[in-house]
């Protein structure tokens, strides 16, 4: 592995025998603080999971969805935490729309996280849930202070949803997003919390906290007999699901099976492999390029194919067939930027968090609410702040992704792994911020895996995100010789201003070596990577 920092941010990597990184500093250190105690990672995972919805709610809240992978210590397993839509969403309730809602209960799925947290505590904790929520539950009952980024992010929610049923109430103390450095509390997230660790998710699913939601839903939808109703709720399970893979670069990257959009990344480098990348330095425009192509080739494909796993007309495996990918790598003509019309995504919002211990035991874990806040829907009295998944469905008659009853929809949120060429674990790794995910994905495990970066430089580097037809937003900070490069290619470059961090997503990201851990946490957010 190499530890050179060539890029400007310039951090450090984190290295230990237990690490947790997330994108908020306090999330990070409840993690640590399950591993100190003599938890293990997956304990770590969910004490920093939790306090997430509640130091970034701006990502992620009790409403969120999840999704995870976790190395045991001697095989990987996967988690579809993700909630179906309710037995009502018929395509017909949806008729004379041009597209999905993005706000209020109409856009809002079952909510997956807690049953993410209680399936992955149930199976594989080791301390008592009272325990690893305790973190949480202080910092939203005695408060914390908002962090920068997060602060910025917060002001433009409020702005956006502050009309919505119950956000103001929840998150507007005196009218206002809180200021940077600002104490709140979120004492009925604390409340609910602790509900939640009373009953082990119980009163999330089938008891008085479905009910609240469920009475919620029906007073504040448009059609209010097919919203989301307590049996909903009651129907929700978090799926083991494995995962999918692809080799790659001596090594395979495992992603979890559709309804999530992985399977892009897999394509993607299996298109890559096929084209023989690496001969080139990894910031070479030989290297961006072949990169750009192949990602539009693998987005083409996951916006026509994937959906709930139960709808989809291909087996996802067809996708990742090396013959297949022999033939669409014959598309990618090195020299000029094509168009293989795909559409263009929606931006998100989501956290992702890794944690790994001195026992081997690795973590990978990302839940969402999407679009920042999500529905903008609070639950008065509870602090259960609801996704917009709904919004992953398209209206388009006979698709596999068409809106349908108690049915996943497409979703961005995706956490990946990777392993060595014995089987053994490399990476837990994550890239959140909506369609950016599959693509940091890629960016990732290409220069981790093919170039050994170390987790920080990765972390660091200039990011570019694929658009429609040739359009490719880049950082400002890419060498500007590498965007003159890939203009000459027809690629139709935006670079974008430093502020647009959320655009280029937030890597989290752990490499195990020989003698520990390596750990990387994206300077475009708040959070850091934390070790002992």
């Known amino acids: 592995m190499d530890f050179s920092q060539p890029y400007a941010a310039a951090r450090s990597p984190v290295l230990g025998e237990n690490v947790v990184a997330t994108s908020q500093p306090l999330a990070a250190q409840a993690g640590l603080r399950m591993l100190l105690a003599g938890g293990n990672a997956v304990d770590a995972a969910i004490a920093a999971a939790m306090t997430l919805t509640v130091v970034e709610p701006t990502g992620c809240g009790i409403g969120s969805d999840g999704f995870a992978i976790l190395w045991d210590g001697k095989e990987l ?6 909630g179906r839509s309710p037995a009502g969403w018929t395509p017909e309730r949806f008729a004379g729309l041009t597209k999905m809602p993005e706000r209020g209960w109409d856009a809002v799925t079952v909510p997956g996280a807690v049953s993410a947290w209680i399936a992955l505590w149930r199976r594989f904790g080791s301390l008592p849930l009272a325990t690893i929520a305790a973190p949480a539950i202080h910092y939203a009952r005695e408060g914390f202070p908002v962090s920068p980024i997060i602060a910025r992010l917060w002001a433009q929610g409020g702005a956006l949803l502050g009309d919505q049923p119950g956000f103001a109430e929840a998150f507007l103390p005196g009218g206002r997003a809180p200021k940077a450095g600002e104490r709140i509390r979120l004492l009925d997230h ?15 699913y089938r008891g008085d906290l479905a009910a609240r939601m469920a009475a919620h839903a029906r007073a504040h939808s448009a059609i209010p007999e097919a919203t989301m109703t307590e049996d909903d709720l009651a129907a929700h399970q978090a799926d083991w699901v494995g995962t999918l893979s692809t080799p790659f670069a001596g090594g395979s990257v495992h992603e979890i099976p559709p309804n999530g959009q992985g399977i892009a990344t897999l394509i993607a480098l299996g298109l890559l492999e096929a084209a023989g990348i690496g001969d080139r330095p990894v910031d070479d425009v030989e290297t961006v390029h072949l990169a750009i192509e192949a990602t539009k080739l693998a987005l083409a494909d996951t916006a026509r194919y994937i959906a709930d796993r139960d709808a989809m007309a291909i087996d996802p495996s067809a996708l990742l067939d090396p013959a297949y990918a022999a033939e669409r790598a014959r598309l990618i003509d090195r020299a000029r930027a094509r168009d293989p019309r795909h559409g263009a995504p929606k931006p998100g919002g989501t956290v992702y968090l890794t944690a790994a211990d001195a026992s081997g035991m690795m973590v990978s874990f990302i839940q969402s609410n999407y679009m920042g806040f999500g529905s903008g829907i609070v639950v008065p009295g509870t602090g259960i702040s609801l996704q917009n998944r709904g919004t992953g469905f398209t209206l388009e008659r006979g698709h596999a992704n068409e809106v349908g009853p108690r049915k996943r929809p497409f979703h961005t949120i995706i956490p990946g792994f990777a392993l060595d060429g014995t089987g053994q674990p490399l990476l837990s790794f994550g890239v959140m911020g909506g369609p950016m995910q599959a693509q940091g994905h890629l960016q990732m495990a290409l220069r981790i895996m093919r170039y050994g970066q170390n987790p920080q430089a990765a972390a660091d580097a200039p990011r570019w995100r694929v658009g429609a037809g040739r359009e490719v937003a880049v950082e400002a900070s890419m060498d500007p010789a590498l965007v003159e490069g890939l203009r000459a290619r027809g690629h139709s470059i935006t670079v974008e201003a430093p502020d647009a961090f959320f655009a280029f997503g937030g890597a989290q990201i752990i490499a195990k ?20």
């Open 513 to 532: 070596t020989a003698d520990g851990y390596v750990a990387g946490s994206d300077p475009r957010k708040d959070g850091h990577a934390a070790a002992f």
């Open 190 to 204: 604390a409340t609910t919390l602790e509900r939640i660790v009373e009953t082990e998710g119980e009163a999330f």
């Open 77 to 82: 397993h996967g988690l579809n935490a993700s």
